[in-house]
């Protein structure tokens, strides 16, 4: 359709493509701009781009670095698609060689790794941590579309009424692709940093996000989205991607595992650039293939970056991923980045439907070297302001650094009409019941499921029935309850919570502030210390070995909770609790004619943790953090009080306990935790710390996998544990392995300990004896010789499951106990 520029009456939005004239290639990452309109386009892999225009505009032009920029006046485009053909620049930099892809690659000599070591060299000038002070805005947009669904839509009865979300479909972005826009976060921030002492703090003024329900956590998708496309960095050493660390091509290291070569040089805005492509020298390495081009003014800058993932590397249901990122030049000569653009498609199968991402970053307002007050960076890095997420549609218009598309835009009314409807939120409600084990009831929900049916050879068969109230009951108020009963013991077990939330929201969010107070009596298997799981879940009544040392436990329990948004948290509480030995377990001391019927504690206790930028996914059970580059540290003191509320034992327990990420780029990263421990005090064994035992098939992160449950006490103790993961380092080098993206771990687990004199009841008669099975004892103290068990796994078998082969290397006269054992669990990661 010919339709005269001036003749529009509306505004609209014009597309088109940008090719190479000489090869009519397509040109990537070109640059649109229209005169005097804000913001601007850039073009995609395939050459295609889209622009917001208005009837007021009067020429769109195109640049690219390397090529002659072009202008066209819009009164002689006859519609709204337009073709571009750039002509490249040919300007020759004196003393730059351009090599030869195909002859003989050397470092030596080679003027392209002399070039990239002279931005090595230069990289701290070049990085914004260069200036004092600095201060900035930024503008971030995050995407998720669905592609290829439209024909299952039609054919499919239950998705059918959900037709007009994904028939909202871009056909442009993408050539041959229809892509539908189903998630979208804006995020419009002022960002401050100062470098002695190094801070950085930044004030969230806007917050917009689609919302899909209470059903639904948007929250915690929102962070594990942000995670996935984090911030980019080029200058720093390692770089995150989907959650897997990339080597820098300029980290010191880079020449050492990257080839460099120049390809072409030029003069955009009156500074020589080189541009310089380089690749992995092994394409299974987690490395990027790209281009960049580097400025010749001395400082040795990156004005354009452009990066790929190779297919051949082991990634998760990533098709294609690509990064292009612009630096403008600054007053002082120096560039920082003013755009950044990841874009990222997933699918189960290359063809098959998938999900494309696309997280635009824009900064702008830059200012330098300007002090800004001490008291500015108080309080947490991250500070989200209370009007953040009421911002209205005027407060977007004026600060959004890129316009929505028209389809970007109907999102959120689409999202917000399939909200409302009853059978959308019928089809969430089902769903988390299946996933998540909570059936809704109005302000009540029952489950878990998981838990409704256990067995075990102290109870038998078991059932139980309970739930929760929800944010519809009360957002001050929360309950929760459960009764249980045992077949085999003909006993019931019960839990009875009330928790008052201290600052109105939710106790399952961030940053938690309640009081607890609950009752419970239940079973327990001593040593045994879970995860993200409930101990009568049905797949944990199947279990290795003897599983016939239980306790029955009456516990009363008060519990204050308080998180900062710094992520230093503390608690304090009192707990009174009653234990009674069950299964084979009897208390015995004397000359083994005392039975000892039970024993009661009263506990107060006090702890303090940081974990600073701790992310966390919320799930229905359980806050599940999402690991970074920072430390967490919990301290622990727990004291005992004879005669308190009928308590028997004066004592106090301390425990510390570190964690750290060690991120070791492509050779994958590991994961370090090491406990503390020591019990002031006389006490029977029951008291001491009873090392986490698993006797399940599964593999327990925290537990020691061969080791039997109530197998080692102590006093005192220290352990490490070891995990590293090499995400596919060796096994992307063989050919046949490759194919199925298997992933190599490796893991120690190592445990020293040991009991005091005095708390041993071979020296002391009067203290409960360690019990018994079948004449024989089976619990004991750690002596010199530590606890060992190591071995290594395969992870990412079909994607989600990880096992491990494990051997016992200490103990091994220990009665009834595994020398080795293959354990399984899944993982989800990309």
Do not use: C
């Not at 019960?494 to 939330?501: A, I, K, N, P």
Request: aromatic share 16%; charged share 20%; proline share 4%.
């Amino acid at each position: 359709m010919a339709v005269s520029w001036r003749s529009r009456a509306q505004d609209i939005t014009l597309h088109g493509i940008v090719k190479d004239s000489a090869t009519q290639a397509p040109i990537g990452n070109a640059s649109i701009a229209i005169n005097g309109l804000r913001g601007g386009a850039r073009s995609n892999s395939e050459g295609r781009f889209r622009i917001p225009a208005t009837q007021h505009a009067v020429t769109i032009t195109v640049t690219s670095v390397g090529y002659n920029a072009q202008t066209v006046h819009l009164d002689s485009v006859p519609g709204y698609e337009i073709t571009f053909t750039l002509s490249r620049q040919y300007k020759q930099l004196q003393k730059a060689l351009v090599l030869n892809k195909k002859q003989r690659y050397r470092n030596k000599g080679n003027p392209a790794v002399e070039l990239i070591r002279q931005v090595i060299e230069h990289k701290d000038s070049n990085r914004m941590e260069a200036y004092t002070y600095a201060t900035y805005q930024k503008y971030e947009k995050l995407v998720v579309s669905v592609d290829k669904v439209n024909d299952k839509i039609s054919k499919n009865g239950i998705l059918r009424p959900y037709h007009f979300l994904i028939e909202n479909s871009d056909t442009t972005k993408l050539e041959g692709r229809r892509l539908s826009p189903v998630y979208l976060e804006e995020t419009y921030s002022d960002n401050y940093y100062r470098k002695s002492p190094e801070k950085t703090k930044s004030i969230v003024t806007g917050k917009r996000a689609v919302d899909y329900g209470e059903l639904i956590d948007m929250k915690g998708i929102s962070i594990y989205l942000n995670r996935l496309y984090q911030d980019f960095n080029v200058y720093d050493n390692n770089i995150s991607v989907f959650t897997n660390l990339f080597l820098s091509p300029i980290a010191p290291s880079a020449p050492t595992f990257y080839m460099y070569f120049i390809d072409d040089t030029t003069m955009v805005d009156s500074q020589k650039l080189v541009r310089l492509s380089f690749r992995p020298r092994n394409p299974e390495d987690l490395l990027f293939r790209g281009t960049m081009w580097i400025t010749l003014d001395g400082h040795y800058a990156i004005q354009k970056l452009r990066l790929l993932v190779s297919k051949s590397i082991n990634f998760n249901f990533v098709r294609s991923m690509n990064i292009n990122q612009d630096f403008t030049r600054q007053a002082d000569g120096r560039y920082l980045l003013t755009k950044s653009d990841v874009l990222g498609d997933f699918g189960i199968t290359q063809q098959g439907t998938g999900l494309y991402g696309e997280r635009e970053v824009s900064f702008v307002n830059f200012s330098t070297n300007k002090p800004l007050p001490d008291s500015l960076f108080k309080g947490p890095s991250t500070e989200i302001l209370d009007s953040a997420e009421s911002q209205n549609d005027s407060f977007w218009v004026a600060h959004r650094v890129d316009t929505l598309t028209n389809f970007e835009s109907k999102v959120y009314a689409n999202v917000d009409s399939l909200r409302r409807m009853k059978s959308f939120r019928r089809l969430m409600d089902w769903s988390t019941f299946l996933i998540a084990g909570y059936k809704q009831a109005g302000p009540f929900e029952l489950g878990p499921a998981s838990t409704f049916y256990s067995f075990n050879p102290v109870e038998g068969f078991r059932l139980r029935f309970g739930g929760r109230t929800t944010v519809h009951f009360s957002k001050r108020y929360y309950t929760e309850a459960y009764a249980a009963y045992g077949f085999k013991d003909k006993q019931w077990k019960y839990f009875l919570s009330g928790t008052y939330s201290l600052n109105n929201k939710s106790i399952y969010g961030f940053p938690q502030h309640y009081v607890r107070v609950s009752y419970q009596r239940e079973t327990q298997i001593p040593g045994q210390q879970l995860q993200f799981v409930q101990e009568d879940n049905f797949l944990l009544s199947f279990k290795r070995g003897n599983n016939d040392k239980w306790l029955y436990n009456n516990n009363f329990r008060i519990q204050y909770v308080r998180e900062l948004r710094d992520h230093l948290s503390y608690d304090f509480g009192f707990r009174w609790w009653k234990q009674f030995p069950a299964g084979t377990i009897s208390y015995i001391a004397g000359n083994g004619t005392d039975t000892i019927r039970s024993i009661t504690t009263s506990e107060i206790s006090g702890g303090i943790r940081w974990a600073p930028h701790e992310q966390f996914y919320i799930g229905k059970l359980y806050r599940v953090p999402i690991f970074n580059k920072y430390p967490i540290i919990a301290l622990q003191w727990t004291a005992g009080f004879k005669n308190l509320f009928g308590g028997q034992y004066n004592y106090q327990n301390i425990d510390l306990n570190f964690f750290k990420r060690f991120y070791e780029s492509f050779l994958g990263y590991t994961d370090i935790t090491t406990d503390f421990g020591y019990i002031i005090g006389k006490v029977p064994f029951p008291l001491l710390d009873v090392h986490h035992a698993n006797q399940t098939f599964a593999y327990q992160m925290e537990s020691y996998n061969l080791m039997n449950f109530l197998e080692f006490v102590s006093d005192h103790y220290a352990a490490v544990n070891i995990d590293h993961y090499f995400n596919g380092f060796f096994f992307n080098k063989i050919p046949l392995m490759k194919k199925l993206k298997w992933r190599e771990v490796i893991e120690a687990k190592i445990l020293f300990g040991g009991i005091r004199n005095e708390n041993n009841p071979v020296i002391h008669p009067e203290l409960i004896k360690y019990p018994l099975t079948n004449g024989q004892t089976e619990t004991f103290s750690l002596s010199n010789t530590p606890y060992v068990e190591a071995g290594f796994g395969i992870a990412n078998i079909f994607k989600i499951i990880r096992v491990d082969f494990i051997k016992r290397f200490t103990y091994l006269n220990h009665p009834d106990i595994p020398t080795w054992g293959i354990r399984a669990r899944t993982k989800f990661d990309f």
